[in-house]
Each structure stands twice: as C-alpha cells, then as structure tokens.
C-alpha cells in the first residue's frame, strides 16, 4: 500500500525522532487521514528491525481496527492480549492489547519489561489515565509512539507531561485544501438552548444535566433539521442513551428514516450496516460512534453533546470529513447554546488555533443565517482579528512615539511580518513553559527585539527561529521595521532587506524627513530583482 505523501511524512518523521534518541513522541492525524495505516507502516519498520510491538487501546473496536489495517497494508498478524486471549508463546511479533487487560499486575508481570521494543498507542489523548501509565511504566524502556487526531490545548499540556516531542501533526484545514478531507460548511441554527443550569465534572459538561437540558427543546430541533438534513445523511450525537432514543422517536415522526445504537445494542452492526446502506437516513447515537467507525457517505452532523474539549468535539464531526463519491461538503449543525461559561466547543475550535480568532469566527457564522465554508470563515475571522489589532497597534505605537527605546515590541515584529504562528502561540510541552534562558534574552536583545515581552522559552526559541530564517532570505531587521512603520510605512516586515536599506539612506540623506515625493501609507518597496546589484555582495 502506497502511503500518501503527508502520511510518508509522518512515518519519517517519527522514525526521525526516535533516531535522534527521543524515546516518547506524539503523532497527530485529523479525523479521517489514516493515521492506522501509518502507524501499520511504523510498526512493520519496528518488525523488520526484529522488535516486538505492542498497540494498546482501550476499545474493542479499535483493537480490531488497528489489527485488520495491519494485516492488509503490511501482511503482518497480530496476536491479542484481551480477556481470555494471550500474546504470551506466539511467534507473532505485534500484538493488539486491551489497556483495561494489561494495566492488572497479575497480567504484567508475565511479561518482561522489555519485551516489547515498541508501544503504539491508538487515541493517545486517553494515555494520561493511570491504567494506560501502569502499563507505559511498566515498560518504560520501549520507544512510544502516541497517535491522536486534533487534540484541545488542555490535551497538549497534559500529553507534553509524557510525551517530550511533536513528531508531526497534520491539520485539519490542510488536509481539506490538499484534497484529502471533505470541506465543511458550518450553519448556526438560531434557536437558544440554556445550559446555564449544566454542573461540570472532569473539565466537561454533566451528561445528565446535559439530558435534562436538552429534553424541552427536541421537537424544535427536529423541526429545524427538517429545513435542512432532508436529503442528507446526518449523524446526530447526543448525552444519554434515553435522550438518544427520545430523538429518534421524534425524528421518525417527522418523517426521518431514523435509527439509534447504544452500547447495549444487540443489533448495533445490522444498524450500522442499513444506516450505510441507505435504509436509515439519520442515526442517534450517545457517544457511542466518536471512535472506531467510519461510513464515508455521512455528510451531515449535528452535535448535540455540547463539550468543552476539542478532541472530543473533533472525533465526532470527523465522522463527516471522509471523501465519499457525489459528496462536494460535509454540513455542520451548531446551535446558540447559551451558557455562562466561554470555553464551549463550535465550529471555529475545529481550524482555529487563536481562541481571538475562533471567537470572531464564531461570531461571523451566527450573523451569516446560511452555511458558511470554515476556510473561508477562517479567513475572514483572521483578516477582522489583523484589523483590530493594527488599530490597537496603531494606538499603542502613538503612545511610545516619543519614547526613545533601542528595541522592537515583539508584538509589533509580529504584527508587521503577519506572523499568526507567533501572535497565537501557546507553549505545550514542559521546557516550552520555562522561562526564556539567560542565552534567548541576549540573542533578542542583540537582534533587536525587547525580551521583557516573552514569558515563555518556547515562544523565545520561535521568535529567534524566524529571525534566523528571515536573515538567511534577506528580509527586514526589527530595528528597520521599527524605524519605518514609525515614518507611517506599512508591513515593513514583509520587505526585502536592501529595499529598506536603500529607503532608509534615502531619508537619511534628506535629513532623517521622508521625501515630499513618497507617501508612506501608499509605498510599495520593490522587489529583490529590481535591484542591479547583490544584496548579498
């Protein structure tokens, strides 16, 4: 099987990082991008290096999943460790192992600790638990490998307590422009659902309060999915298994073709089977179809689990974002959920890593009444975010006018080179939390840049990384971008080099004044090869 060339990326870079002597690191795929198949591959590689590799997950399904991906893409069998099933004695160098099984001492313990060379795990943002560190700790000399799809922040400052490094990570707004992923288009139903009265538990929303909540406002939802999942089919995901039946009854009286499945389903996969098949338009489920299930002809969903955590709400729309012939877009289904707290899931948290820029998006997408493409929505978020903070820059920059400093705000670096990377980073593993190191602040300073602003080494260790890139390109200094957005010049940082050299000996010359004949608003510099010399000679 030939992986795509993102997927090949993966491989390499996480093969790379275990060469360079990092023991623990974290892959993440979105939803729908194969990340089976590239752990298959990863671990076919272990194989033929003579390891044994374990891949721990804590459904049945997934387990299942991971073993028959193996199988078909590298012709490798795998022996279980699950209930009554053993690994022990076989000559199979994978093993597909149920956390719940392995995390009992009595079923350690027949092991030995370095038995296995690799451990994969699938879902990783679940590893953090003490049943998935009893086995890790167990076997603490093995390299790891966890996979995950977009995990929230909280999820990447946890993971950064194991993990010690990003491998690679694919996002989801690349894989859509790449072609790899349906686009989305998200429509805010303008229809208020209180959940000012839901208690949280364990960082998210009570599922039972959640139920409770919800119940009055079945009908009126199933009126408003009548406007618009008729011709689709929508998968809707709800807090308890009685609310997730109550809806389908509804549904069906509405005219949907609607089904449920639960964990106690009996007939859960001829369901599935008729739900894909086409027998069913709708399928109600409580959380049961976040992982481990794929029906790529899905273009409609409606999350009606309102959460405070990103992997969660990702896993669930992501049961939409497979190709599938005919399908041009996958149709998102928000609601005003009024709630006093501010860290709800929408639309936005799927592509936007800048929480200013999700809640502006947010905002557009409630005001649009009709379905939004999330790129393009992105974009417009960002390029309204950019606006606000020229003007709040603008302002700021008028107040330091007659403040003589040799150094360059950060934030004004950022801003003039259009560097959202940067204005919106927030640290995730531990040594990125540090303080900036004495080494990072005298580097700043020397190019120009003010330290005091930096809090963190992560951020300190990027801003000096662009730096050095953008001296080796040949673009503006801080010092230059300074000077000239100071004489009113515009997005200096996006300069060439010479060009601002050339116009700042021009002023010097004409006595530190800008010449009557140029408008700086209005200047464009000119291109490297407009110049009839090396700027490097």
Avoid at 241 to 246: A, E, N, W
Avoid at 412 to 437: C, H, K, N, R
Wanted: aromatic share 8%; net charge negative.
């Amino acid at each position: 099987m030939e992986l795509r060339p993102y997927q090949q990326e993966a491989r390499a870079a996480v093969e790379g990082q275990w060469a360079d002597g990092v023991q623990r690191t974290l892959l993440v795929l979105p939803t729908g991008c194969g990340k089976t198949i590239v752990f298959a591959k990863i671990t076919e590689d272990c194989v033929r290096q003579g390891q044994r590799v374990l891949i721990l997950a804590h459904r049945g399904e997934l387990l299942d999943q991971a073993a028959d991906k193996i199988k078909k893409s590298t012709g490798l069998s795998c022996a279980v460790e699950k209930a009554s099933e053993t690994s022990l004695d076989s000559w199979y160098r994978v093993t597909v192992g149920s956390v719940q099984t392995l995390m009992r001492e009595k079923r350690l313990n027949q092991f030995s600790p370095d038995h296995f060379g690799t451990i994969i795990i699938d879902e990783a943002h679940h590893c953090i638990s003490d049943s998935y560190q009893r086995v890790l700790q167990y076997f603490e000399d093995s390299k790891v490998l966890g996979v995950t799809a977009t995990p929230d922040r909280g999820d990447m400052c946890n993971l950064g307590s194991y993990f010690e490094s990003l491998a690679y990570e694919y996002t989801l707004p690349k894989a859509i422009r790449e072609g790899y992923l349906s686009p989305i288009k998200a429509l805010t139903v303008p229809l208020k659902l209180d959940l000012s009265g839901v208690g949280v538990s364990a960082g998210d929303f009570k599922a039972g309060d959640l139920g409770d909540a919800l119940s009055p406002y079945l009908h009126q939802i199933a009126e408003e999915m009548g406007k618009y999942c008729r011709d689709r089919k929508t998968v809707v995901f709800l807090p308890l298994v009685k609310t997730s039946q109550k809806f389908r009854d509804i549904l069906c009286e509405k005219g949907f073709r609607a089904a449920e499945v639960n964990g106690e389903s009996q007939d859960r996969a001829q369901v599935l089977a008729d739900f894909d098949s086409g027998k069913y338009n709708v399928l109600c489920n409580s959380m049961l179809l976040t992982e481990g299930w794929d029906c790529p002809s899905v273009d409609c969903v409606v999350v009606l689990r309102p959460t405070k955590v990103r992997s969660l709400y990702s896993q669930m729309v992501g049961r939409g974002t497979r190709l599938y012939p005919g399908k041009d877009h996958l149709l998102l289904l928000d609601f005003l959920w009024h709630t006093e707290r501010h860290e709800l899931c929408h639309p936005a948290s799927l592509i936007c890593e800048n929480e200013e820029v999700a809640r502006r998006m947010t905002e557009n997408i409630e005001e649009a009444g009709v379905p939004v493409d999330l790129e393009q929505a992105e974009k417009t978020a960002s390029e309204d975010v950019v606006a606000q903070r020229e003007e709040a820059l603008a302002k700021q920059l008028r107040e330091m006018r007659n403040r003589k400093r040799k150094l360059v705000d950060p934030l004004q670096f950022e801003m003039s080179i259009q560097a959202e990377d940067l204005t919106g980073y927030v640290p995730s593993f531990g040594w990125e939390m540090a303080p900036p190191t004495e080494k990072q602040v005298r580097a700043l300073e020397k190019l120009g840049i003010m330290p005091d602003e930096i809090d963190n080494a992560g951020k300190a260790a990027k801003l000096l990384d662009r730096l050095d890139t953008r001296r080796k390109e040949g673009l503006t200094t801080p010092k230059q971008i300074r000077f000239l957005e100071q004489k009113g010049f515009r997005h200096v940082g996006t300069w060439d080099f010479q060009a601002a050299r050339n116009l700042i000996d021009r002023i010097a010359a004409n006595g530190w004044r800008v010449p009557y004949e140029i408008n700086p608003a209005t200047y464009t510099a000119p291109k490297p090869t407009d110049f009839d010399f090396d700027i490097f000679g």
